[in-house]
């Protein structure tokens, strides 16, 4: 125990008297939180709209205007040719184009029923879908306003017509920051827990110090443990710092217990502690481990389920994210901080997580040798 | 087991693949000599160190440190030795006095002795006024100076020196030898390698490697009359010649 006290004590000074490393791990999550959840924002505003009118008559006027009142779209421009339509696109000046056939007003008066046609630039997948789909919408509702001015007096309705009125559980008013917020923290507590760590470990072997420790009666727990403590309190910090932001800056406050997050955090440290151990036991520079971390991260990132849905990956990207931790602690921030779960509820979770920590760790420990 | 031996190797190899990095040495060192280990660079002294050391295990042959075994022993043996690598190994960014408590603390010294100590090596080394120091901002002959007191600070039975003073000036060389002299009256026994065949002549027994064996063990001056030659370097030259192994 007085050697480990000796170990922490060395490590604590040199962590708080390493300006870049105080900035790394309490400016950054501090900025980041604050503007990030700006910037990843899944909503779609201010499409441009290129709109070919052929037809120039009232009712098409009519639908242009509703389509421009809302917010989501902007009116690129008004032509009369589908070409000069297209090479906006081409330029990229515009998302969609909708072009209104020469007999527009004539046909939907006559025949009851009109074409309308709609060009998507897909080149950016997320604006186009949505783009496509809020005009939809807007012209289903100027069809149903038209039928509305036509039927003055209906005795029955000619079409039965299935409204849907939807309400969002968990988070009312659909603000993404309320899952953003909680997973970004997910990912910075990731990376102080692993890649600050491995990298430290890293830091000792490149100028030599760990071959002095290893010729101590240092044991390996010991060395190991005094590593891993200090990033453990670290990363608990970093967790508290982002949660008090997301609480003062965003007013998200954990609809379920702090208590459950925090045991939850605590074993999920461990597992990533384990993970950034294993990094640094099989790399010998600085380089080397910043590099396989950066390509762990994305894998984390992008299969944890923080921009994307995990429901809607196929089915071999679903399994891969079963093995990523990261997964794990977005899913338990979500459920805690949104829906309210508890303890119990999240029992599977803490279950999985602690086989990720005796994994990692061990594997980490079995691979780590003071001589060779 | 003769307990005048402080360290024996018999027959002690370490094979990298194919590279045979130390082939087959045996040697005994006695309590209080201060042991030379030369050779090129790339001869195998610094594996055979690091083997005896407990960093390194052995391909072959038996050795033992301080009446340890270097298989089965290895973690007795490193409460017995001190070490001090090529590579400078003080942390740098701990002050004088904390690097001397971390080490210290390790080997599980106590408090009072880690104090009492502390204060003594400070003033003995004129880097009193340092105590509070980063390591980063000394000097490196000073530096050296440290990183041996400190390898020596927990009483070690054995202390192992690899080229403790290179890239030192000639007065710090001085110095340091002066401090080597006396940790072998205080009955540590000293381990240097070392390409300063005039710290050479300062050994009391001198073992030379060629490409991973041992070409010649002795005194200086009985090495000199073997070979017939005036200096130390002389013999080294006339041993290191036969080299077939590169850099």
């Known amino acids: ?73 902007q009116l690129q421009d008004y032509t009369g040719s589908y070409q000069t339509a297209l090479h906006e696109v081409e330029k990229d000046k515009a998302d969609l184009i909708l072009e209104i056939p020469a007999s527009f007003e004539k046909q939907l008066i006559k025949e009851d029923k009109a074409t309308l046609f709609m060009a998507v630039n897909a080149i950016n997948g997320v604006k186009a879908n949505l783009g496509g789909a809020y005009l939809r919408n807007i012209v289903q509702d100027y069809n149903s306003q038209v039928r509305t001015e036509w039927i003055q007096f209906p005795r029955f309705s000619p079409e039965t017509n299935i409204e849907i009125t939807s309400s969002n559980w968990f988070n009312p008013l659909m603000n993404y920051k309320y899952f953003m917020v909680p997973g970004i923290l997910v990912i910075l507590v990731t990376m102080v827990g692993s890649f600050l760590a491995a990298l430290n470990i890293v830091k000792e072997k490149e100028i030599g110090t760990i071959e002095q420790i290893n010729v101590t009666p240092v044991k390996k727990y010991q060395f190991i443990l005094g590593k891993l403590i200090p990033f453990w309190v670290l990363g608990l910090i970093v967790l ?27 074993i999920y440290l461990l597992a990533v502690l384990g993970l ?18 950066f390509f762990m991260m994305m894998v984390f990132i992008l299969l944890g389920g923080l921009y ?41 979770h803490l279950l999985i997580m602690f086989g990720f920590a005796v994994f990692f760790n061990g594997w980490a420990v079995i691979s780590y040798h003071k001589r060779n | 087991m003769n307990n005048d031996k402080v360290i024996t190797a018999d027959q002690l190899t370490k094979r990298f693949g ?89 080997y599980g010294k106590s408090d009072k002795f ?25 000097p490196l ?80 001056q009985q090495l000199k009359k073997t070979f017939n030659a005036a200096s130390m370097d002389e013999v080294f030259l006339k041993l290191a010649r036969k080299a077939t192994r590169g850099e």
């Open chain 2, 18 to 106: 194919d590279f045979t990095a130390v082939d087959a040495i045996s040697f005994d060192v006695h309590k209080g000599e201060i042991f030379g280990f030369l050779g090129a660079n790339g001869a195998g002294k610094t594996t055979a160190m690091r083997m005896l050391s407990g960093l390194s295990l052995p391909t072959s042959g038996k050795a033992t440190v301080a009446g340890f075994d270097v298989y089965r022993q290895n973690e007795k043996i490193k409460q017995n030795i001190g070490y001090m690598s090529q590579k400078f190994s003080l942390y740098e960014d701990l002050t004088v006095k904390e690097n001397i408590r971390f080490y210290a603390g390790i």
């Open chain 1, 308 to 348: 994307t849905s995990i429901d809607s990956m196929p089915q071999w990207a679903q399994l891969i994210t079963k093995i990523n931790p990261v997964s794990y602690f977005i899913d338990v921030m979500r459920m805690v901080v949104l829906k309210g779960s508890s303890l119990g509820d999240i029992r599977n």
């Open chain 1, 276 to 293: 950034g151990l294993l990094v640094s036991t099989f790399t010998g520079t600085q380089q080397q481990a910043m590099l396989i971390s």
């Open chain 2, 114 to 138: 880690i104090k009492e100590k502390t204060v003594f090596i400070l003033k003995h080394l004129h880097l009193e006024s340092e105590t509070n120091k980063l390591v980063r901002s000394l």
């Open chain 1, 1 to 73: 125990m007085r050697t480990l006290r000796f170990l922490l004590q060395k490590e604590f000074r040199q962590i708080f008297r390493e300006p870049s490393i105080l900035r790394v791990i309490f400016v950054m999550p501090i900025i980041q939180l604050l503007v990030l959840p700006w910037a990843a924002d899944y909503e779609v505003k201010d499409i441009k709209l290129s709109v070919v009118d052929h037809d120039h008559s009232d009712y098409s006027r009519q639908l242009v205007s509703k389509i421009t009142a809302s917010a989501y779209f």
């Open chain 1, 240 to 266: 508290s710092i982002g949660m008090l932001i997301a609480r003062v800056a965003y007013g998200i406050v954990p609809a379920g217990s702090l208590f459950a997050i925090y045991v939850f955090a605590a």
């Open chain 2, 141 to 220: 002959g000073w530096k050296q100076k440290l990183a041996f007191s400190v390898a020596i600070f927990h009483e070690p039975q054995i202390v192992f020196l690899d080229e403790p003073t290179g890239g030192v000036d000639p007065v710090t060389r001085r110095e340091f030898w002066n401090m080597i002299y006396e940790a072998a009256e205080s009955g540590i026994t000293v381990f240097v390698t070392t390409h300063y065949m005039d710290e050479a002549e300062y050994c009391s027994r001198i073992s030379i490697m060629v490409d991973g064996r041992i070409d010649a063990l002795d005194t200086p």
